[in-house]
């Protein structure tokens, strides 16, 4: 199948990776984000810088989302593993410079068991050297990726179902027309609050929910047979990937659309997956980064599905995934955390905010914004640089 991700020249031909900088911030006091799996005490944030011998950089996002510790991990795994790997690397085909550093960390993966903190530097690490790619040239993401411009839609990601109609009213003042709510919460109401909300929406919104993988096979049922009237877009990680795919095609039979996809780590998984998902949602700082995950979904997009990419860390993240939503093309859908994260908006406060529930990316090259570790200096708790 052509992907259409250009493997070719995609940078000039002397041009090489000369600096790459890591950045761990980490805020130590965020407001309670409830899941699934417990309350959010501390979120971090860990973003890599690549550079050329040029002067032309790019930013990438590699995911650290829980537990917080885990982001000096892979920190330390992009300083002293992949880095010095990458220095001095010619930048012509970033697909064949990715393959060549993940062929590189086979080692690792058989006698450590890395495959998900390798999974995710790697992924970084590739967005990163992509946005550096459409900056040398001059051009936004998308359109070196071979999309066009065109508007977004968007939702609210991480909304608590028991939020209450002043808190709708404020997202929606803020330009969101879509909403996620989270379930699979311990407390028995979450389903009632859920019912509420997504009953009291206005015309022209809709909902979908996000279970976290919360629920076991019982609870799940119990839980889609309850809201199977609810009107949403889809029910995302009703149970957890590792379960069996006879447990997610008998969900599927319950009446709502299934998203997936966020925990997923080779294109097999997700592949195989498509028996039962009908919303696939790859993370760019999980597994791929661009180089897999833009293929991926243009694979989605013809087999009839939604790609949905998944973000829910810094706006270099977001716009990343904007990027590549916006290459691929279909009808997915945006997510953008509307949590209050200093670790988000002060890194890059320029990025699109929703109106009437889109957004529009500009012209500027690459992905549009640049992360100011200054602005972040309080919540930052390490920083290495590593050139050749």
Same mark, same amino acid.
């Given at each position: 199948?052509?992907s259409?991700i250009p493997?070719?020249?995609i940078? &000039?031909?002397e ?7 890591v950045?761990?911030?980490?805020d130590?006091a965020?407001p ?12 971090t ?6 550079e050329d011998?040029?002067?032309?950089? +790019? ?9 917080a510790?885990?982001?000096?991990h #892979?920190a &330390?795994?992009?300083?002293?593993l992949?880095?010095?790997r ?28 890395e495959?998900g903190p ?8 590739d967005?990163a050297?992509?946005?550096?790619a ?5 051009v936004p993401?998308y359109?070196l ?11 609210? &990601?991480g909304?608590?179902p028991?939020i ?8 929606r003042e803020?330009g ?5 709510f989270?379930a699979?919460l ?9 019912e #509420? ?7 022209? $919104? ?5 279970a976290?993988?919360?629920w ?8 889609? !047979?309850r809201?199977?009237a609810?009107?949403?877009q889809?029910?995302?990680?009703p149970?957890?990937p $590792?379960?069996?795919?006879s447990?997610w095609?008998a969900l599927r039979?319950g +009446?709502?659309?299934?998203a997936?996809?966020e925990?997923l780590? !080779?294109? $097999?998984?997700f592949?195989?997956a498509?028996?039962w ?7 760019l700082g999980?597994? +791929?980064?661009?180089?897999k995950v833009?293929?991926l979904?243009r694979?989605?997009l013809?087999s009839?599905?939604r790609?949905?990419p998944?973000?829910f860390g810094s706006?270099?993240g ?8 916006s290459a691929?093309g279909?009808? +997915? ?5 509307a949590?209050p994260?200093?670790l988000? !908006?002060l890194?890059?406060?320029?990025f699109p905010?929703p109106?009437n529930g ?6 500027e090259?690459g ?9 972040l #200096?309080?919540?930052l708790?390490r920083?290495?640089?590593?050139e #050749?």
């Amino acid at each position: 199948m052509n992907s259409g991700i250009p493997h070719g020249a995609i940078c &000039s031909a002397e041009q090489i990776v000369s600096r790459i900088q890591v950045y761990v911030f980490q805020d130590d006091a965020p407001p309670a984000v409830a899941s699934s799996f417990g309350v959010s005490t501390q979120r971090t944030s860990v973003l890599v810088k690549v550079e050329d011998q040029h002067g032309h950089h +790019g930013w990438g996002e590699i995911w650290s989302g829980h537990p917080a510790f885990g982001a000096y991990h #892979r920190a &330390s795994i992009l300083e002293h593993l992949l880095a010095p790997r990458a220095l001095g690397q010619p930048l012509a085909s970033i697909p064949a410079l990715t393959a060549d550093l993940e062929a590189g960390m086979i080692p690792m993966l058989r006698l450590a068991g890395e495959a998900g903190p390798l999974a995710h530097t790697l992924a970084g690490l590739d967005c990163a050297l992509w946005d550096m790619a459409a900056r040398a040239r001059g051009v936004p993401l998308y359109r070196l990726l071979g999309g066009q411009a065109r508007r977004l839609p968007v939702y609210a &990601s991480g909304v608590s179902p028991s939020i209450s109609r002043a808190g709708l009213d404020a997202l929606r003042e803020r330009g969101f027309r879509a909403f996620k709510f989270k379930a699979a919460l311990k407390d028995e109401r979450a389903l009632d609050d859920l019912e #509420r909300n997504v009953a009291g929406l206005a015309r022209g $919104e809709s909902a979908m929910i996000d279970a976290n993988c919360g629920w076991d096979m019982d609870g799940a049922l119990r839980a889609l !047979t309850r809201i199977r009237a609810l009107p949403l877009q889809w029910v995302e990680e009703p149970i957890g990937p $590792e379960r069996p795919a006879s447990e997610w095609l008998a969900l599927r039979q319950g +009446g709502h659309r299934l998203a997936g996809g966020e925990n997923l780590l !080779t294109l $097999e998984a997700f592949r195989t997956a498509f028996a039962w998902l009908d919303v696939v949602q790859p993370d760019l700082g999980k597994w +791929g980064g661009i180089s897999k995950v833009l293929p991926l979904a243009r694979e989605v997009l013809a087999s009839g599905r939604r790609y949905c990419p998944h973000a829910f860390g810094s706006h270099v993240g977001a716009a990343l995934a904007a990027h590549v939503l916006s290459a691929a093309g279909g009808d +997915g859908v945006l997510e953008l955390d509307a949590n209050p994260n200093p670790l988000r !908006t002060l890194a890059a406060p320029a990025f699109p905010a929703p109106v009437n529930g889109h957004i529009t990316l500009d012209d500027e090259p690459g992905i549009g914004i640049d992360p100011d570790p200054e602005a972040l #200096r309080p919540y930052l708790k390490r920083h290495a640089v590593i050139e #050749r």
